[in-house]
């Protein structure tokens, strides 16, 4: 494995922290502490809102980043982890509800990855309109290795399937 990897993270959030303030905010200041303890953020989207998927009713923020790290995907995945659970995330209850701060790998430059915990690409990053459109932002021309698809075409065969 190379010194240094690429990975596109998917940034999600539907509830104000007391320090950081609405969730666009949350967004912002979670980019600059990965920047900081994580690896370089090299891009960054603007912040976009989305409805909630599941039993949440508040709108999420959403952001795409692109962070260059020397983690290997287990070590990435913990340090996300932490990174929520510094920023009030809970685990436990119900899946898919209010949360402060969501942290998804959804691409990386290894390619596939799958253990236990983790799966990369991250398995539902194609049907997310959420997703797609931050991360086209940043990098339109980045491809899924099981698909061979670009973020661009994703979002696209995304937005007009069935039309």
Not at 32 to 40: E, P, Q, R, S
Not at 95 to 117: F, K, N, Q, Y
Not at 139 to 154: E, G
Request: proline share 6%.
């Amino acid at each position: 494995m190379p010194d240094q990897h690429l990975y596109l993270i998917a940034l999600g959030g539907n509830v104000r922290h007391r320090r950081y303030g609405v969730p666009a905010q949350v967004l912002t200041a979670a980019t600059d502490a990965i920047d900081d303890a994580v690896g370089k953020v090299v891009a960054a989207s603007p912040v976009m809102h989305s409805a909630a998927v599941g039993p949440s009713a508040r709108q999420y923020a959403n952001a795409a980043i692109l962070v260059r790290s020397k983690f290997g995907p287990r070590d990435m995945l913990a340090a996300l982890k932490d990174m929520e659970a510094i920023f009030g995330r809970r685990r436990g209850g119900q899946r898919w509800s209010a949360r402060t701060l969501d942290c998804d790998i959804v691409l990386w430059s290894g390619g596939v990855w799958a253990d236990e915990a983790l799966t990369i690409p991250h398995p539902l990053f194609r049907e997310r309109d959420f997703v797609l459109q931050p991360a086209a932002a940043i990098v339109p021309h980045w491809r899924d290795p099981l698909t061979n698809l670009s973020i661009r075409q994703l979002l696209f065969r995304n937005r007009h399937q069935g039309a």
